[in-house]
């Protein structure tokens, strides 16, 4: 599976950004696609997340603020991120995780897109 993330960008602080990222190769059907982000000396650490059903879950620090959505057409995964803050800077990653009955799941990164909110 290959991602590719696109989207990112400077902003100034209550502006609004869009990251999209696309999956491509072996796409199964039930999966988990999400974003993640991550700054210098920090872990990464989950942003949103929605499964192949539509069902979705935030970070507290984002809700309210930034919306995760899917075409599983396009197998493409959408990021809206609105009343953006300096603290929301971080390079933000795409995953994809594929969820299987009988075996580990299958997991893949995409190369990050960076986000960097002035204030």
């Known amino acids: 599976v290959h991602l590719v993330e696109s989207g990112g960008g400077l902003v100034q602080a209550g502006g609004s950004l869009r990251l999209s990222c696309a999956a491509s190769?072996?796409?199964?059907?039930?999966?988990?696609m999400g974003w993640y982000r991550q700054v210098p000396g920090k872990e990464r650490e989950l942003v949103a997340v929605?499964?192949?059903?539509?069902?979705?879950d935030y970070a507290d620090s984002v809700k309210e603020r930034f919306s995760i959505s899917r075409d599983n057409a396009e197998n493409t995964v959408y990021l809206q991120m609105n009343s953006l803050k300096p603290e929301d800077t971080a390079v933000y990653y795409c995953?994809?995780?594929?969820?299987?009955?009988?075996?580990?799941?299958?997991?893949?990164w995409g190369q990050g897109t960076r986000v960097t909110v002035s204030s």
């Open positions: 929605i499964d192949s059903g539509g069902s979705a």
């Open positions: 190769g072996n796409i199964f059907d039930i999966n988990v």
């Open positions: 995953k994809y995780t594929a969820i299987y009955v009988t075996t580990n799941p299958e997991m893949y």
